[in-house]
């Protein structure tokens, strides 16, 4: 008997209010295409069309262009006769032709990363067949010049020669309009157009050595190998790595009818969100322009006009335009074309319910009709993330666990970083006004290369606009700063999606990219100059502005409160100071994971005894010198102890090689020769001595306490005595002394044995005691093979997964930044390892740690005190290794309480 094997379709179809397709298909026909046949289904009015799977973009990758059109080409032809039927139009035809769009769309959204080709299917007759059935002649020549530069840009590689090229295309365009004397590309006449098609196919013949393709299946076929060769251009690459998305997902294809929104004066196109992105506010909001396509409201050169009537009030009252001005010249959409406005309304309160949570839509209206592009969740600033999560769950659309799940956990970084200090704001010079577009405050020096945005430690990236292309110095750059562009340009989309602070459309600026300056009225700027960006009100402010800590909102607090009634690993602060450990407090931390008290030693008072100490000859003029370090230890072990009084505190014995503290420069050298009466030569000799090849695997940690005991004999006396002292005044303190470094037991047990006789001989000096514990660091891989040995004597273990990721790939911390962005930039890591936990390497040593502590002390309590501690992917591994708490930075402590709770409330699921 014959088998028939079911064939598995490529191309999936959608539009008509049907669809082969539907959301839960991410990962097959990418982000775009799931939520087009989504829509069309639930009867949204989607341009109908197709979508070519992610896995045939897969299968291109390993069988070529051949072999992938040969396999699709049946179906793609099937789908476009079937838009065809759909829209009454042929595609080709001279008389009433079919034009489409080709877009790629992988499984996340990817803004500007990949490429778009509009117009697709146009030729030298169609565009009269076009002329002919819209009675708009400028219309079709628009478009037609649109396509051939879009294709010319995207599947015939006509871009700029070099940063400060102009764009091929563009430079005919502003040629032409010199020659005529206008300014805008609305002025070109039918005319202007003609020739603007005659001389881009010239260029590009030029360019090329080729004829611009002119059968539309040819330029159909080369649209779709051109998404397909985005999905590793270098613009989606850097992205991919920067997001760790990894390059087997692909890029689907979609190709629709195009609709048109530049008809006439009843069409228009225009970006929507059913909620503020950059408050969280629940208005609807967005913008749009009358006769033009959407790209022209992304690009920025027209101003585009507010969806609402409230928008539109707002925007006018920002800009200082009034009321009469606003209704003739700015009308909002509601107000202009109140039918479509209604019906749009509809549709944005349909899909925000379907989807339950904030949507961003493009749609166009032609000729009357309105057509939905696209909706996305939209991307949102911290603050808009966090109200909008608490707002779904009050207004019951999401329960308390999807409210935490709908929180993107770095984005609450920016609630937590500083905003301008008000007394240093009420001087400041604001010197121009632009769009609020993504908030916060920054302070920088003036850069205008994307590419150049590292010249400075803190930079302001200010551009006439932006493009996908300088995405990398953005992310660089402490703040962005157009001349050009609205609320949904590029600038403002990229920025606030990376929650930097944006300003955009401040069109009082005269950016010069040759002399590089910018101009704002008399006043010129120029790189290297100190501004500031206000990104909640739009202000730009000349020179340095303070900044200071932020206020937490109260939708924060509720979703802490949330996060801590679900989480149930807890959360520990690495703190070295009261200060730190107050602000880590107030943040929620349950205590200090990690005291580091080699930074106390750094202190100008303290760093003479300490260098006293190291150059001492004899032990007892380390004693010497110990004894007068002790005092200060002491107090700053009582400052915070009391910081955190009733919380446990996880104080670590010195670890750094002791060359970090000796003077290096001869000055230095000289002044403590003085100070301890010995000769020049003296010190000299001390410091070339303690010069170490490899000082991460040289003389520190717990080696400095098994060969130096006093130090540590004089670190224990110093918490123990201030957990004493702060008892006698009522306060109640858990210190926990932790040894770190170790590789074998023995090194653990010297140390260990030698706290306890010093605690035990403390507490018989002042007839007192406290409770104390002794734990260790596990960060040699060798610590974490011997675990169950070691936790026989250890109260304790705390991951240290810097020095865990250092000795297990063999990569030295200071010296790693040489190689690492080679290799994220290559695929051989998609990460910075020291950043982002290696749980399948360095998380097996985790592991097993862990459960060889646990198999000698089943309650051996067990956490994380590395840098990893406070990055989200990283503090869900802790907690499915069974860890009892992670510790990290005070303003990362929100951020790890909610991924504990969010990891908690993943394992229910
Ligand atoms: C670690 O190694 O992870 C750690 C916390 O210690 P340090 O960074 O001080 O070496
Ligand atoms: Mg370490």
Not at 692 to 714: K, S
């Amino acid at each position: 008997m014959e088998i028939l094997q079911e064939v598995k379709p490529r191309v999936y179809r959608f539009g008509d209010k049907s669809a082969d397709g539907n959301s839960k298909m991410k990962n097959l026909l990418g982000g775009k295409g799931a939520n087009l046949a989504e829509m069309s289904s639930i009867g949204i009015p989607v341009p109908p069309g197709f979508t070519i799977t992610t896995e045939v973009c897969t299968e291109y990758n390993l069988l070529g262009q051949d072999a992938v059109v040969e396999m699709i080409k049946e179906e793609v032809e099937a789908s476009i006769a079937n838009i065809e039927s759909l829209m009454g139009t042929t595609f080709g035809d001279k008389e009433n032709p079919l034009l489409v769009s080709v877009r790629s769309g992988a499984r996340v959204s990817m803004p500007g990363m990949m490429d778009t080709v509009l117009n697709l299917g146009m030729n030298d007759e169609v565009v009269l067949g076009l002329a002919k059935k819209t009675n708009n002649e400028q219309f079709a020549w628009d478009s037609y010049r649109r396509f051939i530069q879009m294709y010319g840009g995207v599947v015939l590689g006509m871009k700029p020669a070099s940063k400060d090229d102009i764009d091929p295309f563009e430079e005919i365009m502003e040629h032409l309009k010199e020659k005529r004397g206008i300014q805008l590309d609305t002025e070109f006449t039918i005319q202007d157009l003609k020739d603007l098609v005659y001389d881009f196919k010239d260029a590009v013949k030029k360019r090329t050595g080729h004829d611009f393709p002119t059968n539309p299946w040819d330029q159909l076929w080369g649209a779709i190998i051109a998404v397909f060769n985005s999905w590793n251009g270098d613009r989606a690459v850097y992205y991919r790595n920067m997001n760790g998305y990894p390059a087997d997902w692909g890029t689907a294809v979609n190709v629709q009818a195009m609709v048109y929104g530049n008809m006439g004066d009843n069409s228009g196109t225009g970006v929507c969100f059913t909620r503020d992105a950059g408050t969280g506010e629940n208005v609807f909001n967005g913008e749009y322009l009358i006769n033009a396509q959407g790209e022209d409201v992304v690009a920025g050169v027209r101003t585009p006009q507010q969806i609402t009537k409230l928008g539109s009030e707002r925007w006018a009252e920002l800009a200082k335009i009034d009321d009469d001005d606003r209704t003739e010249n700015y009308p909002s959409l509601e107000e202009l074309m109140p039918k479509i406005f209604n019906e749009l309304n509809d549709y944005q309160d349909t899909l925000e319910k379907h989807y339950r949570d904030m949507q961003d839509m493009e749609f166009t209206i032609q000729d009357g009709k309105l057509w939905i592009l696209q909706t996305r969740n939209g991307k949102r600033t911290g603050a808009a993330m966090v109200k909008i999560a608490m707002d779904l769950l009050k207004e019951k659309m999401i329960d308390e666990k999807e409210a935490l799940l709908l929180i993107e956990a770095n984005k609450l970084d920016e609630l937590l970083h500083p905003v301008f200090d008000l007394s240093a704001l009420k001087k400041a010079h604001v010197i121009a006004q632009g769009l609020p577009a993504s908030p916060g405050a920054a302070t920088g020096k003036i850069v205008f290369f994307a590419d150049e945005a590292s010249k400075y430690k803190n930079s302001i990236l200010v551009r006439i606009e932006t493009s996908p292309e300088d995405l990398e110095g953005m992310n660089i750059a402490k703040g962005i700063l157009t001349a050009r562009g609205g609320m949904t340009s590029h600038a403002a989309v990229v920025a606030r999606g990376m929650g930097k602070c944006c300003i955009s459309g401040a069109g009082a600026l005269k950016i010069n990219y040759k002399t590089r300056t910018l101009t704002v009225g008399e006043h010129e700027y120029h790189e290297g100059d100190w501004i500031s960006l206000n990104g909640s009100t739009g202000n730009i402010i000349e020179g340095k502005v303070a900044t200071a800590e932020p206020e937490l909102s109260g939708e924060f607090a509720e979703v802490m409160a949330l996060s801590d009634k679900y989480g149930v690993m807890k959360v520990r602060t690495n703190a070295d100071s009261p200060k730190d450990a107050k602000v880590a407090r107030g943040f929620g931390a349950e205590g200090i994971g990690l005291t580091r008290t080699e930074h106390m030693f750094f202190e100008v008072d303290r760093i003479k005894a300490m260098r006293e100490m190291i150059l001492a000859d004899t032990v007892k003029g380390r004693k010497q010198a110990l004894e007068d370090l002790l005092p200060m230890q002491r107090a700053d072990f009582e400052g915070i102890f009391e910081a955190m009084e009733g919380l446990s505190v996880t104080i670590r014995l010195l670890d750094p090689p002791l060359h970090e503290f000796v003077p290096h420069q001869l000055a230095t050298q000289k002044e403590l020769a003085e100070d301890m009466h010995i000769s020049l030569q003296a010190v000299k000799i001390k410091v070339s001595e303690l010069e170490e090849f490899n000082p991460m695997l040289g003389h520190r940690g717990c080696r400095l306490g098994n060969t130096y005991p006093e130090i540590t004999e004089m670190q224990t006396r110093a918490i123990i005595e201030a957990a004493l002292n702060l008892k006698e005044k009522g306060i109640i303190c858990k210190p926990e002394i932790m040894v770190p470094l170790i590789g074998t037991v023995k090194e653990f047990e010297f140390q260990e044995e030698l706290i306890r006789r010093t605690a035990k001989k403390i507490f018989e000096e002042r007839h007192d005691t406290v409770e104390y514990l002794v734990g260790t660091m596990i960060e040699i891989p060798r610590a974490a093979l011997m675990a169950d040995l070691i936790a026989e004597k250890a109260d304790f273990f705390s991951f240290g997964t810097n020095d865990l990721t250092q000795m297990t790939f063999g990569y030295s911390r200071d010296d790693a930044g040489k190689f690492l962005p080679i290799y994220i930039e290559k695929g051989i890591l998609k990460v910075d390892p020291f950043e982002v936990l290696d749980q399948e390497g360095v998380g097996q040593l985790v592991k097993i740690g862990t459960e060889r502590g646990r198999s000698t002390k089943p309650n051996l309590k067990v956490g994380l005190c590395g840098e990893h501690g406070g990055e989200p992917s990283s503090v869900e591994f802790c907690y499915n290794s069974g860890m009892n708490y992670v510790s990290c930075s005070p303003y990362r402590v929100p951020i790890a309480r909610l991924v504990s709770a969010q990891a908690a409330i993943k394992a229910t699921l």
